[in-house]
């Protein structure tokens, strides 16, 4: 097995992912899947969200440029609202995936904008799907979803991320999420028989990640409910 696939496959690594990614060879990753920082000023711990619309910009051209080497440019890219122009401007080709029409957001006084949430996309697939995101709950009915958040301030839902996976990638296919947080796409990935890299930046998440995949290797929904530990996307589906 070469190097690199030994020291990052199937495993999350401490990084800037920037950095990371430099380190994975051209075409190896089957599909980017990732719910990126929104540039919204979150507190994630080692990272603050606030960069200006400038860098924030030049940032999503440097992930564009290493994902089209590093994947042949095969992501799926969960964005919000407020950022999802700036998303689109680079990726001029991608298809968009409205998730869910969210409620009317009063910002500060007088000023109204309709929330929602997008999945940008460059992949086909090849499987049927009606309405993925009816049982998923988004802002407007109440930032609210009816999944564990591991005391992370921005969690992606599981069954988000499992039907991603499960629509623009195949069995033992590699995924790579460069902001991988409480490790979400991992575990999706896992319980989806795919190979995944992860990436995340905050030592906090990690650990709470590395935690989240050791349990989902039990095998039952009982052996989770009597260990005490979160239940997995299919005892949620
Ligand atoms: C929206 S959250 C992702 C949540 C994740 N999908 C989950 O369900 O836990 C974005 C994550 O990116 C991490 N992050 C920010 N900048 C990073 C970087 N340059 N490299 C790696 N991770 C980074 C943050 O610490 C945060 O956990």
């Not at 711990?45 to 042949?72: F, V």
Request: glycine residues 6%.
């Amino acid at each position: 097995m070469p190097d690199w696939e030994s020291k990052f496959i199937n495993k999350i690594v401490l990084n800037n992912c920037l950095d990371l990614m430099r380190e994975i060879p051209d075409g190896s990753v089957d599909l980017i899947i990732t719910d990126p920082p929104w540039n919204v000023g979150k507190d994630y711990g080692t990272y603050k969200d606030d960069l200006s619309k400038k860098e924030y910009q030049q940032l999503i051209r440097d992930l564009k440029s290493e994902w089209d080497r590093i994947a042949n440019g095969r992501v799926a890219i969960v964005l919000g609202s407020e950022i999802l122009k700036d998303w689109w401007d680079v990726y001029v080709d991608a298809k968009i995936i409205i998730v869910k029409l969210g409620a009317i957001v009063l910002t500060r006084k007088n000023n109204m904008h309709l929330q929602w949430k997008a999945v940008v996309t460059t992949c086909n697939s090849n499987k049927f799907t009606t309405d993925n995101w009816e049982d998923i709950r988004w802002p407007g009915e109440g930032y609210y979803f009816d999944e564990p958040r591991y005391g992370h301030p921005a969690m992606t839902p599981l069954k988000l991320m499992g039907r991603l996976i499960n629509l623009f990638s195949n069995e033992n296919d590699l995924i790579f999420d460069p902001y991988m947080g409480v490790g979400t796409t991992a575990v999706a990935a896992m319980l989806l028989k795919r190979r995944y890299i992860g990436c995340e930046i905050d030592a906090k998440y990690l650990d709470t990640a590395r935690k989240r995949i050791a349990n989902t290797g039990l095998t039952t929904k009982e052996d989770r409910l009597d260990a005490g530990v979160p239940l997995t996307f299919e005892d949620l589906a």
